[in-house]
């Protein structure tokens, strides 16, 4: 198994461009997380997956839209990129729905909005 | 609602000497308590967790963490520092979203250096 994988691994943005971080998965997971983490800060949930065609809300949504069509992709679109969004972002996944399970993450995606 | 504060965003410690880490969570419901590891350039992984039953958890590289409720505490320790330790470590602690989904609210990070 691949795990859990991300592209790109970096890019470079102006303000205004739009662009779709990937994450597939190849375990077929239920349960799927976009993250972002900003220095001195821990990682905050931007959106998450409970199997194909249901997302939700995390602590940090503005800025981003999410889709799951299938078990195996979950990506990540940001609209109109704003410094505010230069981060490293990581995906992860989870199987079952038992507490006790971990998630699985991604490299991450580094991505600079100038 | 979670929060976990981790005291210390920085801990530097001679190689073979204790490593201690600290997390203090807060959490309306038991806790389940995770601890992951981040090394440079990469993603996260599971160190150990606690969800039920004893309170000292065992987890890889030697790591052990013990669940204090009285202190809302799930300090992180290993008895002798590695070179290979260096990183930077998260505590998390587990809410719940919809469907049962587990929702990680993580710490701001600890980065440990190990000095020669």
């Known amino acids: 198994n691949a795990g859990v994988t991300q592209t790109p691994k970096f890019r470079i943005l102006k303000i205004g461009q739009s662009m779709t971080l990937q994450c597939t998965q190849d375990m077929n997971h239920n349960y799927m997380y976009w993250y972002r983490q900003d220095p001195g800060m821990g990682l905050k949930l931007i959106y998450y997956s409970v199997g194909a065609g249901i997302t939700d809300k995390g602590e940090v949504p503005n800025g981003y839209n999410v889709s799951r069509s299938t078990t195996e992709d979950f990506p990540l679109r940001l609209e109109l990129a704003a410094p505010s969004q230069t981060s490293v972002y990581f995906c992860a996944s989870r199987p079952g729905r038992s507490s006790y399970n971990e998630q699985f993450f991604g490299p991450g995606t580094r991505l600079t909005v100038l | 609602a979670q929060s976990v504060t981790q005291l210390g965003s920085h801990v530097s410690v001679s190689e073979g000497a204790l490593v201690l880490l600290r997390c203090n969570y807060s959490?309306?419901?038991?806790?389940?308590l995770f601890w992951y590891v981040q090394y440079p350039n990469q993603g996260l992984q599971l160190l150990l967790k606690?969800?039920?039953?004893?309170?000292l958890v065992k987890g890889i590289n030697g790591f052990e963490a013990e669940f204090k409720k009285s202190e809302t505490s799930f300090h992180l320790t290993k008895p002798s520092a590695h070179m290979s330790d260096a990183a930077e470590y998260f505590c998390a602690v587990m809410g719940r979203g919809i469907q049962g989904a587990q929702k990680l609210v993580f710490g701001q990070g600890t980065r440990l250096t190990i000095n020669p």
């Open positions: 959490s309306s419901v038991p806790p389940y």
């Open positions: 606690y969800t039920t039953g004893a309170t």
